[in-house]
């Protein structure tokens, strides 16, 4: 047999088995589909006010310099988080992306044979990171009106688990876990078991029973909280997060990690933006006004939705959901649709600017409104 073939060029296994990821569509993309420029992208909870205006500067100034390696170690950024977050530095580290953590802390600490408890549905990284590493996943579904119970978790731990996820408020379903609900399942688990607390969307939370999983890291728990400074903060683009954890934790974790994972503009960037309490406070008043007035015209259309601690809401569209969602992509609205969480009459769309809404909203009416003609048009004929 030849070898000018690469046709017994084998990858591992457990790749047949790993489901590719679905982002939601970029604006570039339907706009060049459609041919059209306005389009309103409310897909992947991105900031709708854009990045600090503070991080901006810094990424311009740092230009000249990119010719040099950024920091391995990331200094800078992890006293800047350290001390926002009232903990010690060697409690921080820093990561390409929360994602990239998620990996990382897959190659940490999973191995044949481990068992990872995620909750259902939920974020796909978690799943992503035990199928990368051949470990099985035991879903735990959430209750009524999407709502973590306690032990239910605790019902699904064995021997052999290694790590718990909890992402709360939860993406996509905006509930969260309430912090009497997370201490009594910290003390209630096995000191085996690693909790991963996925906090990607704390900072727009204003229930005053939740907790961020930050005081149960400072009282030694076996927890790693995950952040980001894709969403609140308005970076996503330069794909920036940390993890917040005891050092002997980290310090696994670092083992794994590649020396220069966060570029130096990322890290520059990151460091300008956690100082801007402006631009946090003005994102986070937007979204709690822009999620009300969501609701207001949701109830309006006569559509339900789950409450939301965060800055999306999941609506259910009802049994038309998808076809909704893409003629609504034909009028340039971009949502999310949620077949990929067993949701099919669901979509998960981000609160934008008033614009966005609006923009949502009427194309929404025009969609409801045509389909309702063609259902008159077909009806006449029969
Ligand atoms: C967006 C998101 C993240 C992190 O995203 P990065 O851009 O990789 O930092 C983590 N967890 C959840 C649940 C998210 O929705």
Partial sequence: MSNRTTDHIRPRGVLSRMKPYTPGKPIWEVQR???IDKVTKLASNENPIGPSPLAIQAI?????DIH????????????AIASKLEVKPDQVLVTNGADELITLLSETFLEEGDEVIVPSPTFSEYEFGANLMGVSVVQVPLCEDYRYEVTDLLAAVTEKTKLLYICSPNNPTGTYMKKQDLHELMDKLPSHVLVIFDGAYSHFVTADDYSDGL???????????????SKVYGLAGIRVGYGIASASILHHIRQVKEPFNVNALAQIGAAAAIQDDAHLEATREINTLGRERLYESLQELGFKFTRSMSNFV???LGPDAKSIYDQLMQKGVILRYAGAWNLPDHVRISIGT?????????ALREVLKESKEEQLLSAQKD
Wanted: proline fraction near 6%; charged fraction near 20%.
């Fill in 68 to 79: 040099r390696y950024p920091d391995a170690d990331t200094i800078d950024l992890c006293s």
């Fill in 215 to 229: 005081e149960l890291v400072r009282q030694g728990y076996p927890i790693i909280v995950t952040q980001t400074f």
């Fill in 314 to 316: 999941l609506v259910e």
């Fill in 33 to 35: 589909e459609l041919g």
């Fill in 354 to 362: 008033p614009d966005d809404h609006q923009a949502l909203i009427s």
């Fill in 60 to 64: 311009q100034s740092y230009l000249t």
